[in-house]
């Protein structure tokens, strides 16, 4: 058997941990920009946001999210951290 078919669980693992930074960035992102967007700046008191401010960023990230994982594998059939790990 070969490496490159069937990792080892620790490199599935660290594909996956590679692939959890690489999201958490994105999020962060789209929430910032989200922040942003809705009127929020660096010196204004925050307000809470409203239920339907809450449902379009929830919505905006899952479609990034979906987004990132459609697109990769479609264009190559990996993730980012499946590439980087060598997992196919």
Known sequence: ???AHSPFLLRRIAAGLYDLLLCAALVLGVAMTFTLATG???GEQL???SLL???LLQLTTLV???GYFVGSW???GQTVGMRA???R
């Open 40 to 42: 929020g700046s660096g």
């Open 53 to 55: 401010e809450q449902a």
């Open 47 to 49: 307000r809470a946001p």
């Open 64 to 66: 990034v999210l979906t």
């Open 1 to 3: 058997m070969s490496t």
């Open 85 to 87: 790990w060598g997992i």
């Open 74 to 76: 479609s264009r190559s």
